[in-house]
């Protein structure tokens, strides 16, 4: 994948942050003083413009401002947007804390006449920390403007409204004497710095990008790709389509979106763009949608491009897709091509089916059943954890495990697992040996007697000790599992059911992903 444009992001971070260096010295040096002599009349209360004013600056102080702008952080992460999260968050915290430490530093009186009755205007006056905050804010609205793929002319609308939001909360604080003028500049510029570093350190345009070389081509070559969404999966489906269809059109891409429902997890959605001969298939939803996609196209030529919409995301993990939307768009219409390995696994008697990540029974199987729908939404996969002790109460089960043609072992376990990956949520590596590429499958399982057994084995997964004695481990191209009663059982983190027999065998290369450039 071809580098990103810088874009204006450090630009604007050099040019503010030094004009900021710059503007400081000026002010200390005297050269600002003439331009400070510029004052409005000394304000007073009986002056209905003043109360107005002072009513302006309570609803812009940085509390209030800084409170909204961690609500569009909140709703840019329940949007997977997460570069633009962390940008929002890095830019309150640089704006807020990097105003108060200045102002400590530097320690300066308010002008003669401020309203010191006002909340508003205590403390030293430079930079201003109402201009640092509008500031950040309008930066950050205009950030997110176009990190969700609003039309040009919203952008413009947001841009305009931005610069008259900072232009009326400059007046404001001239009018109440609550800074001088050099105040004001400098709380601009320290604004603008903070703001635009936190969003280039995360990533995130403030401008529309241009389309790179690799777009261009691809937009001479149209081609169609399918969308398969999971709608429960999508908090905004206006944003998402508009964001999705707005980055596939530029890649030279004619999308088409199909829905899965109840009925369907997504099977004919995939057999339906495979009967339009797309040249792509994306899938948006959770482990079990991304399951079903991956079976469908297992030994077709198409591609699928992974976007990560659910709680687990673990094939998109074990990728290196990135969680980000936005970047994962770009992984997709920007990346290589990868072949990788599915695992075909039958039930009892049923009908084999594919998966790609993880199939399990017992503790693992628990825990998913376990969990609230409601709480996955809430907590992410905190949530798993929430079920997990109740699961590990419950008893063990006699299991008989044969590895290819090697001697069965016979275990009383709690947990055993075949994969075809191996890093879970919190890059927790539970089989550190699997590759989705080798040709392999990898076993685990996990013979507890008790708690305390359960508390080794935990603690030797998630950190560097010595291996618990509880634990087996292998490699091999089939596995079957037999248990001695029924035992629930989940795919690709899909609680399935019960089931006293699993048969796994590895399909080699059957897939093609859209993977990350080496």
Known sequence: MRSRRPGIGPLATITFGVGFVVWTLLLYSGALIALDAVQAPTPHWQDPVIQIAAAVAILFHPLPVNCVLAGIAIWAFRRRLRNLTVGVVLAIGLGWGGQNLARLLFARPRPPGTLTELISNSGYAYPSGHMVAIVTAALVVIATTTTTKQPRAAIEFWRWLGLGMILLVALDRWLLHAHWVSDLVGGILFGGFTASLALTVARVHMQPERPTRAAAL??????????????????????????????????????????????????????????????????????GTVRVVCSELSGTDVPLGLLPSGTGNLLARNL??????????????????????????????????????????????????????????????????????????????????????????????????????GQLQGNVQLLPDAQFDDGLLDLFIASPGNVADWLRITTSVLLPVPEASEIDRGQGRRVLIEASEPVEYQLDGDAAGECRRMAARVVPQTLTVMAPQR
């Open 320 to 421: 290196g897709i990135p969680l980000d939307e936005s970047e994962a768009l770009r992984v997709i219409l920007e990346g290589r091509r990868d072949r990788i390995d599915l695992v075909e696994v039958t039930i009892d008697e049923q009908e084999p089916e594919h998966i790609a990540v993880m199939a399990g029974v017992g503790l693992d199987a628990r825990i998913m059943s376990g969990t609230d729908e409601g709480l996955k939404k809430i907590l992410g996969p905190a949530a798993y954890v929430m079920a997990a002790g109740d699961a590990a109460a419950l008893p063990s089960f006699d299991v008989t495990v044969t590895l290819d043609d090697d001697k069965p072992i016979e275990r009383h376990a709690g947990l055993v697992i075949v994969g075809n990956v």
């Open 218 to 287: 691809a937009a001479r070559n149209p081609k169609r790709c399918a969308i398969v969404v999971n709608p429960t999966k999508i908090p905004d489906w206006a944003a998402f389509r508009r964001h999705v269809e707005t980055d596939c059109r530029e890649y030279g891409w004619t999308p088409l979106f199909l829905e899965t429902t109840v009925d369907d997890p997504g099977r004919g959605m995939v057999r339906a763009a495979l009967k339009a001969e797309v040249d792509l298939v994306m899938v948006a939803g959770g482990d």
